[in-house]
């Protein structure tokens, strides 16, 4: 889990910030999905009690996996690039006058969109695991998963949280003065 006393995320430029949550909160996730799946994998094989809620569990996992690196690859490679455009548009007055509509609206709608489809994936997880519900009779690695699963939401509520209340705000408020 990450830590985030230190960072002062109103203060922070949009390009800072963009360039915050591709390196701490993307990379992080990228690197868990592999972990987290193995551990499922071997939780499957030893737990003789995981059953289905287990495979079902597992099944979302996947999902959520193709989700998050389809939705990460549209930040990356489409919102967060923007950035840099409307660092150009306010620095050059022939940019400027190029950039007569919006050209974030549309990305951050889908960012919303994706955020929603993603929520509802990690609380079906949620309910399945009973509130990642540490069973006494659960194997070691059983357990594992489900400390691991519930960082991981906990990390991507965080994520979204810089996202849509603190990055979307900024880059709103930049991109209609310079609109206006
Ligand atoms: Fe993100
Ligand atoms: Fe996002």
Excluded at 112 to 132: A, T
């Amino acid at each position: 889990m990450l830590n985030y006393n230190p960072v002062n995320f109103k203060e922070m430029s949009p390009s800072e910030l963009c360039d915050y949550i591709a390196k701490r909160h993307h990379k992080y996730v990228r690197e868990e999905f592999g972990k987290i799946s193995d551990h499922l994998k071997t939780a499957l094989n030893v737990d003789v009690n995981s059953g289905p809620e287990l495979r079902a569990i597992i099944k979302l996992f996947h999902e959520l996996h193709d989700e998050l690196e389809q939705h990460f690859n549209k930040e990356e490679e489409i919102l967060f690039p923007l950035v840099q455009q409307l660092i150009i548009s306010e620095e050059t007055e022939r940019a400027k006058k190029n950039l007569s509509v919006s050209i974030i609206d549309k990305p951050l709608e889908e960012m919303n969109k994706d955020h929603k489809k993603i929520e509802r994936i990690l609380s079906e997880i949620r309910r399945l695991s009973h509130d990642y519900f540490l069973d006494p009779m659960s194997s070691p690695t059983h357990k594992l998963c489900l400390n691991e699963l519930f960082a991981l939401e906990d990390d991507l509520h965080k994520q979204f949280y810089l996202e849509e209340n603190i990055l979307t705000p900024k880059l709103i408020t930049w991109e209609q003065t310079i609109l206006s």
